[in-house]
């Protein structure tokens, strides 16, 4: 179970919300759910590499993260079709998106759905 989370450093609601997801990562990683970060930094919003690895060390996100620094126009938010950030799709293992745009309670409540009440 993953979701692919796509935010930005310069977005205000995603800062916001990642304590929200960092909580429900260190939940239920140990149950094989895990975050993928797709950052919109970069390209015209014109933040850089640096603001971006510092918001994820800031914020204590843990998993991995990738950017081509093309912020809109990133080939991954392109294909999914976003338009605005925070978003994110919530995917079983089998590669079906199962949910999207959960945040805040709605992200746990679903993964204990999925994964169950039991963690570490």
Known sequence: MCIGRFWASWCGPCR??????????????????????????GGTTKTTKEAWKK???????????????????????LMYGIHSIPANFLIDSSGKIVAKDLREEALQTKLQELLGSKTK
């Open 16 to 41: 916001h919300e990642n304590p929200n997801v960092v909580a429900a990562y260190n939940k239920f990683k140990d149950k094989g759910f895990t975050v993928l970060g797709i950052s919109l930094d």
């Open 55 to 77: 918001a994820v060390e800031n914020d204590k996100l843990t998993w991995t993260h990738v950017s081509d620094l093309q912020g809109w126009t990133n080939e991954v938010a």
